[in-house]
């Protein structure tokens, strides 16, 4: 029983960890859409985002026309590694 109790808290652990990352991430994101440049981008892409659906194109069709090869390239893996580490620590707990 205790074996299930430590993994269970090991488990609420790392939910609490990634409930703070995600809280800190949007107070983040909420300021930037105050930054005018922010919003008036986000309004293009919004209305980009319309004009691909209404010609029956998916969001990467448009990425595609407007960047070739844009999917091609390597990404930042900081964010990916991170919540990776996290992910397997909470298989990891489970175990």
């Not at 029983?1 to 609420?12: F, G, I, P, V």
């Not at 609490?16 to 859409?33: H, M, P, T, W």
């Not at 319309?50 to 091609?72: C, E, H, T």
């Amino acid at each position: 029983m205790a074996k299930y109790l430590t993994s269970d808290n090991q488990k609420m652990g790392v939910l609490f960890e990634a409930d703070r990352r995600i809280s800190a991430e949007y107070r983040c994101a909420s300021s930037l859409l105050l930054e005018k440049e922010v919003a008036k981008k986000l309004k293009f892409l919004g209305a980009l985002d319309r004009l691909a659906k209404k010609n029956d194109f998916s969001a990467r069709d448009v990425i595609n026309l407007l960047k070739p090869g844009y999917f091609d390239q390597p990404r930042e893996q900081g964010a990916n590694t991170e919540i990776k580490e996290l992910h397997d620590r909470l298989v990891e707990a489970s175990v």
